[in-house]
C-alpha cells in the first residue's frame, strides 16, 4: 500500500496534482472533413485532484457539446458507449466547460492559495485542450513555460528501462494490480485509473522529471528554455526557418555542462546522420565527457525548433559516439569518392 510518511513534504505547500483525461471526437469523413485548426474536438473532460501528498481532494467530470463535429466517429462510439443525442443533451459548451474546470483547479482551500500541475497519461491532452482553447479563441490562463507530469513518462522511466514504447494506460494499471472496476476509455475513469497509477507508482523517485509543453513555443532568444534535471539538462530553443539556420546559431551549438555551468570545449563537433538528430561531445575538466544531442523538431508554423540535451557520458557512450561518427564520416567519403567518379567519368565522354 502506498505509505504517507515516506512522502515529501509533510505539510500542505498548495501543490495541486490534477490527473486528467480528455476523449475527443474527430471527423467522420476522415480527412475530408476535417477542420484544420481542430483535427480533435474535445467531448469530455475528467479529472481528480490530489494534494501534495497525493492524498485525493476531490473529481471533476463534464461532456462537451460538440460543435465542428456533427457525427461521432465510428471508434469513438465503439469505445465511449455514448451517442450523439446524449452527449448534446448532457454536455455544455466546451468554453463554459473549460471556465468551470479552471475554476476547480485553482480553487483555494482553507485560505491556503493552490498551484495546480497537471498530470496526464502520455503527451498528448495538454496539446489538444490547448488547441481547443485557442480554436474558441481563449487566453491561456496557463503559465509559462508549462510543465507537467507525463505520467507515462515516469512510468516508463522506472519500471520499464526508459523505454520509448508507449504503454497504454490498462497495461499498466494491470501491472500494478490497481482493481479494474470500470472500463477504460471515459475520461474520468481514466483519470481515476491515472491517478491510482500515480499512487501506486514510486513517483517521489521520479518527481524532478517534469515534462514541458511544446504547444507554446519560445518566440525570442530570451523565452527560450533551459531545464536542468538530476542527470542531465534539455534546452528548447525559439523557432527558426530552417534546419540549416537554427544548427548556426550559437546558443544552438553551445555546451554548457549542466553541473558546473562551464562552456565546454568540443571534442567531436556536431554531427548528424539524418538531418534530424546531432550529436557531439564535449570535455568537462571537473565532471568529465559530456554528450550533446539536438533534435530539430517541425514547429505549428512550418519552422523548426531545436531540443537540445546535455549529459554526462562515460567511456561507453564515448565508444558510440566516436563509432556513430566514423560511420557518418564513411558514408560521406564514400559519396564524396562516388561524386568524384562520376564527374571524372563524365569528363571523359
Ligand atoms: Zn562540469
Not at 155 to 168: E, Q
Not at 235 to 245: G, H, I, K, L, P
Not at 296 to 313: E, N, Q, R
Amino acid at each position: 500500500m502506498v505509505n504517507f510518511d515516506r512522502m515529501e513534504p509533510a505539510a500542505d505547500d498548495g501543490t495541486r496534482y490534477i490527473v486528467f483525461d480528455l476523449e475527443w471526437n474527430q471527423s467522420a469523413e476522415g480527412k475530408a472533413g476535417e477542420v484544420k485548426e481542430l483535427p480533435f474536438e474535445i467531448i469530455e473532460i475528467g479529472a481528480v485532484k490530489l494534494d501534495s501528498r497525493l492524498r485525493p481532494l476531490g473529481e471533476f467530470s463534464r461532456f462537451v457539446q460538440p460543435v465542428v463535429y456533427r457525427r461521432l466517429h465510428f471508434k469513438v462510439l465503439e469505445i465511449m458507449h455514448i451517442g450523439m443525442d446524449e452527449l448534446r443533451k448532457r454536455g455544455q459548451p466546451f468554453p463554459e466547460v473549460f471556465r468551470e474546470f479552471m475554476e476547480w483547479c485553482t480553487e483555494a482551500q482553507d485560505g491556503v492559495k493552490v498551484r495546480p500541475v497537471f498530470c496526464t497519461w502520455g503527451n498528448m491532452d495538454l496539446t489538444e485542450l490547448q488547441r481547443n482553447m485557442a480554436y474558441y479563441k481563449i487566453p491561456s490562463p496557463f503559465p509559462y513555460p508549462l510543465l507537467y507530469y507525463d505520467l507515462q513518462k515516469l512510468y516508463n522511466l522506472l519500471y520499464l528501462g526508459n523505454s520509448k514504447d508507449k504503454l497504454p494506460l490498462d497495461k499498466a494499471v494491470e501491472a500494478l494490480d490497481i482493481p479494474m472496476t470500470h472500463p477504460f476509455h471515459r475520461a474520468i475513469d481514466d483519470a481515476r485509473y491515472t491517478g491510482a497509477v500515480m499512487l501506486h507508482m514510486d513517483f517521489q523517485a521520479v518527481k524532478e522529471y517534469l515534462s514541458l509543453d511544446y504547444y507554446r513555443l519560445p518566440r525570442t532568444p530570451e523565452e527560450e528554455i533551459y531545464l536542468v534535471f538530476p542527470d542531465y539538462s534539455k534546452y528548447v530553443s525559439r523557432e527558426f526557418d530552417s534546419r540549416e539556420t537554427a544548427i548556426e546559431d550559437k546558443t544552438v551549438t553551445d555546451m554548457i555542462c549542466y553541473r558546473c555551468s562551464r562552456a565546454l570545449r568540443k571534442k567531436i563537433r556536431w554531427f548528424t546522420a539524418n538531418q534530424r538528430n546531432y550529436y557531439c561531445l564535449a570535455w568537462c575538466p571537473d565532471h568529465g565527457f559530456v554528450r550533446g544531442k539536438i533534435r530539430m523538431k517541425h514547429s505549428p508554423s512550418g519552422g523548426v525548433f531545436v531540443v537540445k540535451t546535455i549529459k554526462l557520458t562515460g567511456e561507453e557512450g564515448v565508444e558510440a559516439l566516436t563509432k556513430k561518427k566514423e560511420t557518418v564520416a564513411g558514408k560521406r567519403r564514400k559519396r564524396n569518392r562516388q561524386k568524384h567518379l562520376r564527374e571524372k567519368l563524365r569528363g571523359r565522354t
